[in-house]
């Protein structure tokens, strides 16, 4: 009797430990899983620490300012009053050439090497690109551009629209300007037209029609689209856009 009772104390003690290995062997498992989710303790930073980050911070900012400022995009300054009234003289502009391909309409600075006028960069706005061709109307302040050079002067003014430009109705509507006609009639040293611009180049006027050499006068003529340094993207102050 006494044998059997130990035998079955022996195997329930067996049994016993048998069953509470697995959660022994558990607890450490659980503890590591814990202390690896756990978060850290943010460290502490020094004050020169703090100076240091912000050092870089302000660095890096002003590095990707210069390059945006090198490679993407420029500021200029506008000089003269041949784009009044869209642009005055003093004004601040930002430019940019990067893949850029001229358009009608586009308000670019361009830089004319060994000009006769200047070398200094010019603003002007597109009126034509390369294989187009220009009618002007100096009497009725209107200018046909089309891509047909076959075109008499009598078809294109029944079958071409003229350029909508309402850039210039604030310099037409000057006393001065009144009942002028546009400047640059060939008996004035411009072109005779209509006349159709190489592939290449580009047909430019100012805003500012009676203030403006521009390409109806043979000293600056069509412009080279290799002489660009970028077209307007906007107005620093007063703040604009579109023009």
């Not at 046909?144 to 430009?165: I, K, N």
Request: glycine share 6%.
């Amino acid at each position: 009797m006494d044998s059997n009772n130990n035998s079955e104390e022996i195997t329930q003690k067996d049994l016993t430990e048998e069953t509470a290995q697995p959660e022994e062997t558990a607890g450490p498992e659980q503890t590591e899983k814990k202390s690896f989710f756990s978060k850290k303790p943010k460290e502490k930073k020094t004050p020169v620490r703090e100076v240091f980050d912000w050092v870089e911070i302000i660095a890096l900012s002003l590095a990707f300012v210069l390059l945006t400022f090198s490679y993407v995009a420029r500021q200029a300054r506008v000089d003269g009053s041949s784009m009044r009234e869209t642009f005055h003289h003093g004004e601040s502009i930002v430019i940019s050439n990067l893949f850029y391909t001229p358009k009608q309409g586009d308000v670019i600075v361009f830089q004319v090497p060994n000009s006769l006028l200047t070398t200094e960069p010019i603003i002007k706005r597109v009126i034509a690109v390369g294989g187009q061709t220009v009618y002007i109307d100096f009497d009725n302040w209107k200018v046909y551009v089309y891509d047909d050079a076959s075109l008499t002067v009598d078809q294109v003014l029944e079958t071409v629209e003229p350029l909508d430009e309402p850039y210039i109705e604030a310099m037409r509507s000057r006393a001065e300007n009144k009942y002028a006609t546009m400047n640059g009639k060939n008996t004035y040293g411009g072109y005779s037209y209509p006349l159709t611009i190489e592939k290449g180049k580009l047909f430019c006027m100012g805003d500012n029609r009676n203030g403006s050499t521009d390409s109806r006068w043979t000293i600056l003529g069509p412009v080279d689209e290799r002489y660009i340094l970028g077209k307007v993207l906007f107005r620093i102050y007063p703040l604009a856009f579109s023009f």
